[in-house]
């Protein structure tokens, strides 16, 4: 008897599980046949099953606007998440090894500065920021999507990393200064290939919120040679009502390949870098 009640309680369990799951990745799914529909059957007929399914929607999507390819679009998307993942690691290393190797003048000061930004909400800054970069002369330009990546802006990241860095037995340090390493070779030659974990969740977590990132973009980028993809997807849009709704839907699908296959690739070590860093902290 009670085994039968148990079989029970698992299969309402998975059917509950499974019928949610259809509910969240609806839209998704929605969005994808869409992309195979007519703009003229796309909010007719709401089922998944197209009644006539063309391509012609990735085409005249990968075509573009004002005479710029969606590559275009993707590639302006690509070099700016590179240089944002660059300079995410890069300065967000260097702080956290100082945070959590180096002995220095008011570090624990410092420390709880950097993670009160943490609490500090982003649309507070975001007015002297845009007036301190317009004084820079670097408004349409990526300056201000890249160049504060470099200055270890990302306290949440500097404190990951700083949990895993702590998660390494001291000795190790020991014996490389015994070797002769000083602080500078200590860093490059051991704290960095023992902490991949921790870059890699690093930098998956710079990849898709800089690939995600609209409002920033829309708020320094205006020329459409320089659109990323975020902001190209709102060209297929009209505010007179003239709307691409199957090349905008084609287009949506191409731009969330890239994000999901780093997330099913490098899963592991996202998962690997978080939960070390955050249980052996």
Request: glycine share 6%; with cysteine.
């Amino acid at each position: 008897m009670a085994t039968g009640t148990s079989t029970k309680s698992k299969v309402f369990l998975h059917s509950f599980i499974i019928a949610g799951c259809f509910i969240m990745i609806y839209p998704l799914l929605w969005m994808l046949v869409s992309s195979f529909k007519d703009n003229t059957e796309i909010f007719v007929n709401t089922s998944l099953i197209p009644k006539k399914m063309t391509f012609d929607n990735y085409v005249q999507g990968w075509a573009g606007l004002s005479g710029f390819t969606f590559g275009r679009f993707f590639l302006n998307t690509f070099f700016l998440v590179g240089m944002c993942i660059v300079g995410t690691l890069i300065s967000c290393s260097m702080a956290a090894y100082a945070f959590a190797r180096l002995s220095f003048f008011m570090k624990k000061v410092f420390f709880a500065i950097m993670l009160m930004t943490l609490m500090l909400p982003f649309h507070v800054t975001v007015i002297p920021q845009y007036i301190m970069f317009n004084k820079f002369g670097w408004i349409n330009s990526y300056w201000p999507l890249i160049l504060p990546k470099f200055l270890g802006v990302e306290a949440f990241f500097i404190f990951l990393i700083v949990q895993f860095i702590r998660s390494l037995p001291r000795e190790l340090d020991q014996a490389a200064e015994i070797d002769g390493c000083g602080p500078i070779k200590m860093y490059w030659y051991l704290i960095i290939p023992l902490t991949v974990p921790a870059l890699m969740t690093t930098s998956i977590f710079t990849f898709i919120w800089t690939w995600n990132d609209f409002f920033s973009q829309l708020l320094y980028v205006s020329e459409i040679r320089m659109f990323p993809v975020a902001l190209a997807l709102r060209m297929f849009t009209d505010s007179m009502g003239d709307n691409s709704w199957g090349a905008l839907f084609a287009m949506s699908i191409l731009s969330l390949v890239p994000v999901f296959a780093v997330f099913i690739f490098f899963q592991r070590y996202l998962i690997e870098g978080i939960s070390t860093g955050g249980l052996k902290g």
